[in-house]
């Protein structure tokens, strides 16, 4: 079973850095593409940045530059550093996770740009990033 279990967020204050992380188990991590997205309140869930198996990495524009992915293979964690932060970063920030497959979105995120519906991911529930003017 899929267990993802997000931590690192908090408060801070604009210009200002968090990094997230997101334990993963209950299956082969190797074998998994892995993401990361945020839900503003009154939005939708929206793609932040995806890591293949190989660290091959995608941005979505609105992080390019200030976001960086990266997976830990012997503790099997994802992270998000999380750099130059605005106001508009505050959202709940959640990990996915996904089989390698050519059709996957999580291993293919330049097919659409890493918007959804994203069906078949399995999900963290969520670790909270506020920032403030």
């Known amino acids: 079973q899929v267990q993802l279990v997000e931590s690192g967020g908090g408060s801070v204050q604009s210009g200002g850095s968090l990094r997230l992380s997101c334990a993963a188990s209950?299956?082969?991590?190797?074998?998994?593409?892995m993401g990361w997205f945020r839900q503003a309140p009154g939005n939708e869930r929206e793609g932040v940045a995806t890591i293949d198996s190989d660290g091959t990495t995608y941005y979505t524009d609105a992080v390019k530059g200030r976001f960086t992915i990266s997976r830990s293979a012997d503790k099997n964690t994802l992270y998000l550093q999380m750099n130059s932060l605005k106001s508009e970063d505050t959202a709940m920030y959640y990990c996915?996770?996904?089989?390698?497959?050519?059709?996957?979105?999580?291993?293919?995120?330049?097919?659409?740009?890493?918007?959804?519906?994203?069906?078949?991911?399995?999900w963290g529930q969520g670790t909270q990033v506020t920032v403030s003017s």
């Open positions: 209950g299956f082969t991590y190797a074998n998994y593409c």
């Open positions: 996915a996770a996904e089989p390698l497959s050519p059709y996957s979105v999580l291993c293919v995120p330049a097919r659409n740009g890493l918007r959804g519906p994203y069906i078949g991911l399995n």
